[in-house]
């Protein structure tokens, strides 16, 4: 699409079952800083079913109007009527630039409406900027994160990116904001898909990227030690298990599990490193951890470089004392 009468900084606000996704709200407040460069709006896309204790919270959260479909069809995620949607929307409200947040979904949705829309998309932006020209900056860090590549859509528009989650902050919540709500009435044709079943995934493991400590560990843990973690993560409310690339692609954990350049961003509280390299791919994942410290026998290891507390040493000797320590903490004085 040329350039033509378009305007605003659009957000997809993506939601699951009634429940809006963080990484959808960390994208408005990096949405009002272009618009306040732009000089223009921030704008939210909002698409589901009953969606009306929903349809404000974009508004506190930075936006200046919601636009939402609120239709039984699109009660479950569907990514046909989903793209059918987003792309009726794009073509009334022609918005300048238009972020989808990089979650499962959205990295299956931005590139179907890109492509529908005839303009440019670029994946896992972890910062936004505008040039002297006014285009979009989309900056991704290509090539293991080593340089920073800027990419613009000069021609096309929407200027669309997805974000990577956790790079930016969630905005703070302000209930005191108001803004215009839009209901729209869209075409939703009957997919050529439907789904049969839904089965509740188990809520057992809190997911890495909402963990407030993250025990992760690589290549140099062996995982006959597993209940060493696990017991970790004992000592700490909303502790999870992460790991690094090779783990997941030696198939003994799930990618869900994976911090770094083509996993999982993550920003605890404290993200402790066993058995971790510091490869820098990794490192892209977890550098903004509020504290990091690492376990590792190799004293030229990289993870020394960038974390706040290290100790040389075999994880099998020093966790066990660890986990010593921590229970002298809770024990009753």
Known sequence: ??????????????QRKGVIQEASLQLLGEARKLAEKLKTEVSAFLIGYQLKKLVKEPIYYG????????NKECANYNPEIY?????????KYKPEIFLIAGTKYGRELAPSIAADLETGITADCTAFDIDEKGN????????????????????????????????????????????????????VSKPSMALI???????????????????????????????????????????????SRP????????????????????????YLAIGISGAIQHLAGMKDSKFIAAINKDPNAEIFKFCDFGIIGDYKEV?????EELKKKQAPS
């Open 1 to 14: 699409m040329s350039k033509e009468k378009f305007e605003g900084v659009y957000v997809y606000i993506e």
């Open 63 to 70: 936006a200046d109007k919601v636009i939402y479909v609120d």
């Open 83 to 91: 793209k059918t949607v987003l792309v009726q929307l794009v073509m």
């Open 136 to 187: 979009l900056l989309q900056i991704r860090p290509p090539f293991g994160g080593r340089v920073h590549a800027y990419i613009i859509t000069p021609e096309k528009r929407p200027q669309m990116a997805t974000a990577r989650p956790n790079v930016f902050p969630l905005p703070e919540r302000n209930v005191s904001r108001k803004g215009e709500i839009i209901k729209e009435e869209t075409e």
């Open 197 to 243: 079943k839904f089965e509740k995934g188990s809520e057992a493991e809190i997911p890495i990227e909402k963990a407030e400590v993250l025990i992760s560990f690589g290549r140099g843990f062996n995982l006959e030690d597993a209940h060493l973690l696990e017991e970790l993560c004992d000592f700490f409310l909303k502790s999870s298990i992460s790991c």
């Open 247 to 270: 783990i997941v692609d030696a198939g003994l954990m799930p990618r869900s599990r994976q911090v770094g350049q083509t996993g999982k961003t993550v920003r605890p509280k404290l």
């Open 319 to 323: 966790i066990p004392l660890l986990i």
